[in-house]
């Protein structure tokens, strides 16, 4: 079907409207595809440079933006740093929902198991104890445990709205546990790590919980 005849000014307005709307959606896709090429970027200097050797021209020249680019959205390197890490993090370990808090759980370790043994995982890890020292980054590192806090809180909100959590259970300390297990096998001990891990220490954790509730 022939689309209908506009008056010529319509007609213009119309194509105005389209080409404008094509712009607005280009720079979208446009800024992800950049954005995730800017991370790429950071990961890759991380594991070849580390960390103090990092810069954000390092990172736009590998990356094949501008600097000033950068300074536009992230005002320090520990800022684009902090975001990058963040996004990988979610994307390696996203939330589950499976409908219980023990399977939630088990996914969640499961993840976190998989990202820890990527080579990104590694990177940073080594990266995280190798500026235990850096004084500027203390505050990036706590925002970012804080934000993932928070993103796995609703896991936990989750199993007390289905009755199998207690409010008063601390979910924080739970979390941490849960992660300290697998962060001690993989870099401390250095002991093998199968895939019944994440179900064993789960298990433990939360007869540990269940063992703590007041009984009714």
Do not use: C
């Amino acid at each position: 079907m022939k689309p209908p005849h506009l008056p010529p000014n319509e007609a213009r307005t119309t194509a105005a409207v389209n080409g404008m709307d094509t712009v607005r959606r280009r720079p979208g896709g446009r800024s992800a595809r950049v954005q995730a090429t800017v991370f790429e970027a950071i990961f890759q200097l991380l594991a070849e440079e580390g960390y103090e050797r990092l810069s954000m021209a390092a990172i736009a020249e590998r990356a094949g933006v501008h600097e000033t680019s950068l300074y536009r959205r992230w005002k320090t390197k520990e800022q684009l740093i902090l975001a990058a890490i963040n996004r990988r993090v979610a994307q390696g370990i996203p939330v589950p929902d499976t409908g219980a808090l023990h399977s939630d759980l088990v996914a969640v370790a499961q993840s976190l198991q998989l990202f820890l043994q990527s080579r990104v995982g590694q990177v940073l890890f080594q990266t995280a104890v190798a500026t235990l020292h850096v004084p500027e980054l203390r505050a990036f590192r706590q925002e970012h445990w804080r934000q993932r806090r928070a993103y796995l809180q609703i896991l936990f909100e989750r199993a007390i709205a289905r009755g199998e959590l207690s409010p008063q259970v601390d979910s924080q300390l739970l979390l941490e546990t849960l992660s300290g297990v697998v962060y001690m096998r993989l870099f401390v001990a250095n002991e093998p790590v199968d895939e019944t891990l994440p179900e064993r220490v789960v298990e433990l954790l939360l007869s540990g919980v269940n063992n703590r509730l007041p009984s009714e």
